[in-house]
């Protein structure tokens, strides 16, 4: 299985406050990847005292094995599409880059379940 962490899972991967399940999963997926727009959101929400991340996500790939997926023009293109379920952009790319890419989010958003992507969070 391949998978696309959200911000969240990998704030919580490196402080150690993910489930277990969540754990176990990530660590039997054949790749885990990790976005740009995760990288993105941290440091605009790290400015804006909203995240407190552990460690640089650059550092959390190198650790962890976790690989880098860069923001292409057909993961933006792919945003028009998207029905309006969400309104956070950060999740609205990540859910296009899942598409394109055909990766399993992992998650605990809720409103990300109501587009045609998998998600798990257990």
């Given at each position: 299985m391949k998978l696309l962490l959200d911000t969240h899972a990998l704030i919580w991967w490196d402080t150690g406050e993910l489930a277990r399940a969540v754990v176990r999963r990530i660590e039997r997926a054949d790749v885990v990847y990790?976005?740009?727009?995760?990288?993105?959101?941290?440091?605009?929400?790290?400015?804006?005292?909203?995240?407190?991340?552990?460690?640089?996500?650059?550092?959390?790939?190198r650790d962890y094995g976790f690989i880098e997926l860069p923001v292409l023009i057909r993961h933006a293109d792919a945003v028009k599409v998207l029905p309006p379920h969400h309104r956070d952009p950060f999740?609205?790319?990540?859910?296009?880059?899942?598409?394109?890419?055909?990766?399993?989010?992992?998650?605990?958003?809720?409103?990300?379940?109501?587009?045609?992507?998998?998600?798990?969070?257990?």
């Open positions: 990790v976005s740009a727009v995760v990288a993105w959101e941290i440091a605009i929400k790290s400015t804006l005292k909203k995240i407190i991340a552990k460690s640089p996500v650059e550092d959390v790939l999740d609205r790319l990540l859910v296009a880059q899942a598409i394109v890419e055909d990766l399993v989010i992992v998650s605990s958003d809720p409103m990300l379940c109501q587009y045609k992507v998998p998600v798990v969070w257990d």
